[in-house]
């Protein structure tokens, strides 16, 4: 099974130049990365203020930034290795009824 992250489709809006998309999937997203590619989104749409608004909030120096090609690079490479250290789903537990014997009411 494949493990997919919400940002993975915010970063195929942002390749195809879906921007409005990108931009409404992102919202949604109150974690840190999801604040770094905010920022990236408003970068490419050519708004500076709220993408350093963004950046501040994802922690990061907009001001250092590379260019739009080395943050979307930096970007995809930091979700990889989010995606690395994510622990893997818990599989879904067995529905078995219950065990009469296990219950703690005693006649």
Known sequence: MVTTH???Q???HLHAGR?????????????MLAAWLHGILHLQEGDLE??????????????SRGTLAEEIAAFE???AANMAQ???AAAPAASTPPDP????ERP
């Open 10 to 12: 915010v970063l195929q």
């Open 86 to 88: 994510a622990p893997p």
């Open 6 to 8: 919400p940002l993975q």
């Open 19 to 31: 921007w409005n998309a990108a931009h409404d999937l992102v919202q949604h997203d109150g974690s």
């Open 101 to 104: 014997e296990d219950s703690e």
């Open 50 to 63: 709220d993408a350093e608004n963004w950046y501040d909030r994802a922690a990061r120096h907009f001001r």
């Open 77 to 79: 490479a930091a979700l």
